[in-house]
């Protein structure tokens, strides 16, 4: 079975920077990084496919970076310019591709798609 492991989560005040893994047991298609914050759904927040193309939400769109490096299995997302509202725990997953049609309507990281998920890891950007 599909393992993934997330690491690099952290304390850091506002502006600052945190850069998260995700390494997967074996190679994989799309790779999602999700987050959760108490209280709320889980959202995506970056996807990047198999052969690295790579898109983010829109309230991270200028902020985080997504990559990958196939060789290690591993996705990292760079996380610049950190606020307060993005405190959540963070998840990585992987699924067949970034976004699915429903009903004629492209859908971006929908949650049901994306079939492993890791255990998470918690980032917090307070002063």
């Known amino acids: 079975q599909l393992r993934l492991a997330e690491s690099g989560g952290g304390l850091v005040q506002p502006g600052e920077s945190l850069r998260l893994s995700c390494t997967a047991s074996a190679a994989t298609s799309a790779i999602g990084w999700f987050r959760q914050a108490p209280g709320k759904e889980r959202e995506g927040v970056s996807c990047?496919?198999?052969?690295?193309?790579?898109t983010n939400a829109n309230s991270v769109k200028d902020r985080f970076t997504i990559t990958r490096d196939n060789t290690k299995n591993t996705v990292y997302l760079q996380m610049n310019n950190l606020r307060p509202e993005d405190t959540a725990m963070y998840y990585c997953?992987?699924?067949?591709?970034?976004?699915?049609?429903?009903?004629?309507?492209?859908?971006?990281?929908?949650?049901?798609?994306?079939?492993?998920w890791g255990q998470g890891t918690q980032v917090t950007v307070s002063s």
């Open positions: 997953a992987t699924g067949p591709s970034c976004g699915s049609y429903y009903g004629g309507r492209y859908v971006f990281m929908e949650v049901k798609d994306f079939g492993y």
């Open positions: 990047i496919s198999k052969t690295g193309s790579g």
